[in-house]
């Protein structure tokens, strides 16, 4: 057995390498018709909607739509892998059977079948002259092939974090090659270049029966008449049409919505190169946590990206909160006038498109009468509605908040980004105060970086009544939080309750969040965790 596994195991591999070649299209089928369902942001926010009543635990899968891309994208890229190497080795078989000219063998013969008239072959390389090289990039197959592999090639290495984070734009063109790609994909097996016995030769021609008779195929006397073949048919188009339909019923929908006039109300430039915009559009309705997809045309035509809902649902506006780290952000903000001193007249502002809002993780916060909110930098944009929107409900004595206590837990790394914030915190610091209910929020503000220069200051007015850095009552902490303690001290103030755990920020904090409430869900009370994913 090790003898035979030895000389022939390269052979059996690459006799069985069709089947190596069709399982992974098979698959690649499956998931290429997945893949655009995640993107599909109308349909999810339908669905959200729609199960959310049924099942919280169902919509809250539906905020991992952007994940669960990912996942697929990867086995995308797998079974392309092991669809291009079966192939290559099939074009090695298939030129070796032209070349062993041996009628004693099968593949020689079955490569002879049609040579004449070319009507029905099966071996795609038709002579021993023939360059497979040529066949590869020649046929429809090899074309459309090649083209979709540089697509998923391109998509994919642009799509790596680092690159997405500091090279947003080029992240953002590449990812359109997606149209070429699956141009590609419906194309790719109009060649029928795999092909099998056809229906009726397959009655005449038992394989079962007439493999060992090869020789005498079609002779006087024989019952095997020679197989006929023919190209399988082309099947992918039969999986992805459906979504590529849903897809562009989606753009249909973001076009609609895009060229609904949007008005710039005002505009603040706050500290830590922080651009808030509010605005106005007809009919826009909207939940605490949402976010909208935002075009500036006159930075750019093509480009759309995702900001975070900062004004509550209360509000005659609503609001975007928007760091300034990149091209597109530096060329908003100049268009803004971010970059002048004086006041940018109204009629010199540029115009907005808003494709909007959609649902996160961050609606269901009223749904849990204990909440942990924490956001980290920027990541805290989600919360300010969710805040703003619990101020205005007790501004007008609304009776109906199920929330009974909010955690917040604010981590930055610099003293600039508390600043923006901090008038939001102190109006809600006073309005509890003065209704009496300082038990209700509890705020915890970490400053996870300083300079020695700050740390003297702050040292000198630590007794001061007010915090030194964001004048609130209640202190601002330095370093990061002790999870296991805060954890544990909600988790015995609250036994028997479910409490809801909300995250906007890295991928780290989010795993040790998550490992928290795995450990911490006991004796009681649940942890409950939920994480933007946009």
């Known amino acids: 057995m090790g003898n035979f596994a030895a000389n022939e195991g390269l052979s059996v591999f690459v006799i069985d390498a069709l089947s190596w070649a069709r399982a992974p299209a098979a698959c690649l089928n499956f998931n290429c018709m997945l893949i655009l369902l995640p993107v599909c942001r109308n349909l999810l926010s339908f669905l959200r909607g729609s199960i959310q009543c049924c099942s919280r635990t169902a919509a809250r899968q539906l905020d991992r739509n952007i994940t669960f891309h990912k996942l697929v994208a990867y086995m995308i890229a797998f079974h392309t892998a092991v669809h291009i190497i079966a192939h290559l080795f099939n074009f090695e078989w298939f030129m070796g059977a032209q070349l062993y000219r041996n009628s004693s063998s099968l593949p020689f013969v079955l490569s002879q079948i049609g040579t004449g008239d070319n009507a029905s072959y099966l071996n795609p390389i038709r002579t021993d002259q023939t360059n497979p090289t040529i066949v590869m990039f020649t046929t429809i197959a090899g074309l459309t092939g090649v083209v979709i592999t540089l697509a998923l090639i391109l998509i994919i290495t642009s799509s790596m974090e680092v690159i997405r984070r500091s090279y947003f734009e080029v992240f953002w063109y590449t990812h359109h090659l997606f149209i070429i790609f699956f141009i590609g994909l419906v194309f790719h097996g109009f060649g029928r270049i795999v092909r099998g016995q056809t229906a009726t030769s397959l009655l005449e021609n038992k394989p079962s029966q007439c493999k060992d008779q090869f020789e005498s195929w079609g002779m006087n006397g024989t019952f095997c008449p020679k197989p006929e073949f023919a190209g399988n048919p082309p099947m992918t188009w039969k999986w992805v049409v459906g979504p590529m339909i849903l897809y562009v019923c989606e753009r249909l929908v973001r076009?609609?919505?895009?060229?609904?006039?949007?008005?710039?109300?005002?505009?603040?430039?706050?500290?830590?190169?922080?651009?808030?915009?509010?605005m106005k559009r007809k009919g826009f309705s909207m939940e605490v946590g949402q976010y909208v997809f935002?075009?500036?045309?006159?930075?750019?035509?093509?480009?759309?990206?995702?900001?975070?809902?900062?004004?509550?649902?209360?509000?005659?506006?609503?609001?975007?909160?928007?760091?300034?780290?990149?091209?597109?952000?530096?060329?908003?903000?100049?268009?803004?006038?971010?970059?002048?001193?004086?006041?940018?007249?109204?009629?010199?502002?540029?115009?907005?498109?808003?494709?909007?809002?959609?649902?996160?993780?961050?609606?269901?916060?009223?749904?849990?009468?204990?909440?942990?909110?924490?956001?980290?930098?920027i990541g805290v944009t989600p919360f300010a509605s969710v805040l703003k929107s619990v101020w205005y409900k007790h501004i007008q004595e609304n009776q109906n908040v199920f929330t009974k206590k909010i955690y917040f837990y604010w981590l930055c790394p610099e003293t600039q980004a508390f600043e923006w914030f901090a008038d939001l915190l102190q109006s809600l610091e006073g309005q509890m105060?003065?209704?009496?209910?300082?038990?209700?929020?509890?705020?915890?503000?970490?400053?996870?970086?300083?300079?020695?220069?700050?740390?003297?200051?702050?040292?000198?007015?630590?007794?001061?009544?007010?915090?030194?850095?964001?004048?609130?009552?209640?202190?601002?902490?330095?370093?990061?939080?002790?999870?296991?303690?805060?954890?544990?001290?909600?988790?015995?103030?609250?036994?028997?309750?479910?409490?809801?755990?909300?995250?906007?920020?890295?991928?780290?904090?989010?795993?040790?969040?998550?490992?928290?409430?795995?450990?911490?869900?006991?004796?009681?009370?649940?942890?409950?965790?939920?994480?933007?994913?946009?």
């Open 294 to 377: 935002m075009q500036c045309p006159c930075v750019s035509q093509l480009e759309w990206h995702p900001f975070t809902l900062t004004s509550a649902p209360e509000e005659d506006h609503f609001s975007v909160h928007i760091r300034i780290v990149g091209d597109w952000t530096q060329g908003l903000y100049e268009a803004c006038g971010g970059d002048k001193n004086e006041t940018q007249e109204a009629w010199k502002l540029p115009k907005m498109a808003i494709d909007g809002p959609f649902g996160t993780a961050s609606e269901d916060v009223f749904g849990y009468e204990v909440v942990m909110l924490v956001g980290a930098g």
């Open 255 to 278: 076009f609609y919505r895009s060229q609904q006039k949007v008005v710039i109300t005002k505009v603040v430039m706050h500290p830590s190169k922080t651009l808030e915009l509010q």
């Open 433 to 534: 105060t003065e209704k009496g209910m300082v038990d209700f929020l509890s705020y915890n503000i970490y400053l996870t970086r300083w300079k020695e220069t700050e740390a003297a200051h702050f040292r000198v007015h630590h007794e001061a009544e007010n915090d030194p850095i964001t004048g609130l009552k209640q202190k601002t902490l330095y370093g990061k939080p002790n999870w296991d303690n805060e954890f544990t001290t909600i988790g015995t103030k609250h036994p028997e309750k479910k409490v809801g755990v909300f995250l906007c920020g890295p991928t780290q904090l989010a795993d040790v969040l998550e490992k928290q409430c795995l450990s911490h869900s006991e004796a009681g009370v649940k942890f409950i965790f939920n994480k933007e994913n946009f």
